[in-house]
């Protein structure tokens, strides 16, 4: 156990809970998006849930254990473009925190796993800018 890394380690624990709640949040957003759209949020989609596993692996390799964080009951937004607006929201929250934990990471290849999830946060922010310009 990182006993000198308690932040870090609930950093770490709140994002991955973070992830799950995103995860759950663009499925509702997939079901409410024009076909054209869809896609592109699946995609996002899919990257969150690639962040929760590594997540997970950073929270194992620095305490010892692992812990299973469910994915939570999300409110639906009240429609489309609101819901666009809080991932927009959200993401640009996400790349303000995952960039402390980048800079607390006590190994480099954590560091390059933070930055591969910084930036992707960044990317889906982009992406959700972009379809909300034309919602
Ligand atoms: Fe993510
Ligand atoms: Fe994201």
Do not use: C
């Not at 949040?25 to 962040?51: G, S, T």
């Not at 692996?57 to 469910?70: A, E, Q, R």
């Not at 609101?82 to 991932?87: H, I, M, P, W």
């Amino acid at each position: 156990m990182y006993a000198d890394k308690p932040d870090l380690v609930r950093r770490i624990r709140e994002a991955m809970a973070a992830e799950q709640h995103d995860a759950a949040f663009y499925a509702m957003l997939v079901d409410m998006a024009p076909a054209e759209d869809k896609d592109i949020i699946k995609h996002i989609r899919e990257d969150e849930f690639k962040h929760y596993k590594m997540f997970s692996d950073m929270y194992t390799y620095l305490t010892g254990s692992y812990i299973n964080v469910p994915e939570p009951d999300v409110s639906p937004p009240k429609n489309y473009k609101e819901g666009l607006a809080s991932a927009i929201m959200g993401e640009t929250s996400a790349v303000e925190e995952y960039r402390i934990i980048l800079i607390e990471a006590p190994f480099w290849y954590m560091k390059d796993w933070l930055y591969i999830i910084v930036t992707d946060e960044q990317k889906h922010a982009d992406r959700y800018n972009m379809l909300y310009s034309r919602a």
